[in-house]
């Protein structure tokens, strides 16, 4: 991938409130994924949506892209104290196969 | 639901020595990778590998660093002769495919160098 830049760099909200957070890139893609780390643990796939998609739900995630802008957002709604953890956008071009990781999104699921 | 697993979870070495490590992906997987995550830093690419052969690696994967696929399932990083620098957390990662497609990781294997 390219390198996505995740923003902010950090949230905390109220447990049950909605999530947002923010992916922009430089150049075309083929795709765009979502993961997420738990506290230096593996990381998770999330959603892949793909250049020719405006917005995919899975769950209680919501994630749209916008290819004219270079970014994307993913929005996890009624956040739970389990959704405390790093997430990081991989920007995929054609021929992209590794992930370059960003310094992702730190959300904290308050109680 | 097929996972990728890694072992051991957690190594301790003395600086020089040799470790492995082991990772079983998922079993219909081609593509494999390794990832490096040092304490409070960005997860960093290692090597991506396939049909036996290393397709890319990183700057970080200097001479060190071998992987190896020794049978149809294992997946192995080895670090030589390892350093300081070396303790962090390696995560391996296997795909379907090759571009653009959904990685799946394991838990990690967390090495800690004296």
């Known amino acids: 991938s390219q390198q996505g830049e995740e923003d902010p760099q950090a949230l905390s909200i109220q447990e049950g409130e909605n999530a947002t957070m923010n992916c922009s890139y430089k150049?075309?893609?083929?795709?765009l994924q979502w993961y997420r780390q738990n506290s230096g643990r593996g990381l998770v796939h999330l959603i892949l949506i793909r250049s020719n998609e405006r917005e995919k739900h899975s769950g209680r995630l919501r994630v749209t892209l916008d290819t004219s802008k270079k970014s994307s957002s993913l929005l996890i709604t009624a956040s739970r104290a389990a959704d405390t953890a790093s997430y990081f956008c991989a920007p995929f071009r054609d021929r992209d196969d590794k992930i370059i990781f960003g310094k992702g999104t730190r959300l904290h699921i308050l109680p | 639901e097929p996972e990728v697993t890694q072992t051991p979870s957690h190594q301790v070495t003395q600086m020089g020595q040799e470790v492995i490590l082991r990772c079983v992906p998922i079993s219909n997987h081609l593509y494999f990778y390794w990832y490096r995550q040092i304490l409070g830093q960005k997860v960093e690419f290692l090597v991506s590998?396939?049909?036996?052969?290393?397709?890319?690696k990183s700057e970080i994967f200097d001479d060190q660093f071998s992987v190896e696929r020794p049978d149809g399932s294992n997946f192995t990083l080895k670090i030589r002769s390892t350093k300081l620098e070396d303790s962090a957390m390696y995560f391996c990662?296997?795909?379907?495919?090759?571009?653009?497609?959904?990685?799946?990781f394991g838990p990690g294997t967390r090495l800690l160098v004296l």
């Open positions: 990662a296997s795909s379907l495919g090759r571009f653009g497609e959904t990685q799946y």
């Open positions: 590998f396939y049909n036996n052969e290393i397709s890319e």
């Open positions: 150049t075309s893609i083929n795709n």
